[in-house]
């Protein structure tokens, strides 16, 4: 049982990786850091399109990842 967890553990892992690599970048330097946090406060929602499907996939993939991280601390207690 404990193998199991790992594996999955470990396969989780490397697809939250992919996913975060996937993702596009969200400043582009000092001007996106000053302009880029008015924008997201007051501009557009993000798009329903890859971009979101990539966020939503990679909290997903995170909580599923915390949750494996404990049980595989769990069993090899």
Known sequence: MGSLI???LLIDAIVMVVLILLQSGKSAGLSGAISGGAEQLFGKQKARGADYFLH???IVTGVLFFILAFFSAYILQ
Do not use: C
């Open 6 to 8: 790992n594996i999955l």
């Open 56 to 58: 939503r996939a990679t």
